[in-house]
């Protein structure tokens, strides 16, 4: 049921909004995030952020991730669009919409998903820097306590 | 023989994206495929030289050092991921 | 800082986070919920809701809460759009918005935002019914529930 | 005087939007509007029949049954509310 993309181009937040919404009225509410590129990193300034990731397993843990989500809560549709590739700073990164007839659990579910998307997703981040050479960005020990808050919630 | 792909800086220290690789008798686990990887050559060593700070997939699933390796296997390594 | 917006015409959702990231480079996230009529009420169909809402009391109110969420998180923008008059099945009612250098703080800002909204703004929704009269909807107790959960919290 | 507000099945049950009143002496709070409105007509005793289900606001803020009233206030009655 959930729509999973990886891609380069920028996504349409509204049309995919529009998409989730299309022909039912069964809807109550709907989750969102957008992830952004920040212009700063520790501080100091970046020109740009470039998305590697591992095509193939990167469909196939974003579906994961969405399944999951469909499992814990009751949705009425989810769609996670990530981008790829070289990004300016006020860029989106990332899409995740959860459809629910009730709005708790399409705000529950929204974070739920960045949340392990973060962890899970294979998505590696490199930033070139206004001064000095380009860096690999370093895993948050935060994100980690992000998702794990999800491993004895709503099983 | 199974194809090994590398991801991030993992990918810079290795100097290849990926690379395919008869799994010699002894090497079971990824944790036997990262030593035998460590001791091939100077790129290996370097990539390899913090295990603790690389991660693995098997067939695109995480996996772990104790995770088994068959002929055949697609296995990755990586830095954490950092998406999102 | 906040935009708020009283209206009749639909708001386009992709185009008000357009406006929130517009010329800046310090936001990393942005949470979002978007409330939709709901084809059924108590199971019933509904043909239409109207929303009854008190001018000049609404927009202060609007303007409160969003001015509570700017003061409890740190948000580079917060939208808050209600709309009221009739609306069909499958219309949106309601956009929030709010921007952050970090994911938490936007999506919990969402959450507290339509939480306090369903509280402490005045708007009354009047059911259309496929069969039977028109109703009047009346307050749930879930959402006093939901909106006290804040009475508590990042104070 | 006040001008008088109602919304919702309130304004139903008053069969208007709005009246302004002479703030009687002896009227000091919103309670004390409450019990004017509840006697003065068949219409405000069915409105007010239940003060529980009746919320109001003075000068366009929440406000109780002890809150004060002032010559000149805008005063609201109206249902819980339940947009979002």
Redesign the interface.
Known sequence: MATVRVQTPAFDTGAELAALLAGRTDVGGIGCFVGVVRGTAGGQPILSMTLEHYPGMTERALTAIAAEAEARWELQGCTVIHRHGRLLPGEPIVLVLTASAHRQAALDATAFLIDWLKTRAPFWKHEEMAEGGPRWVEAHSGDDAAAARWDTMKL | MARI?Y???L?ERMGRTEEVLPLPSGVETVGGLIALLQQRDAAGAGAFAHPAMVRA?VN???ATPGTPLQDGDEV?F???????
Chains 1, 3 share one sequence.
């Open positions: 792909l991801f991030a800086w990918r997939a695109q699933e995480f990755a990586f830095p954490p991921v950092t998406g999102g």
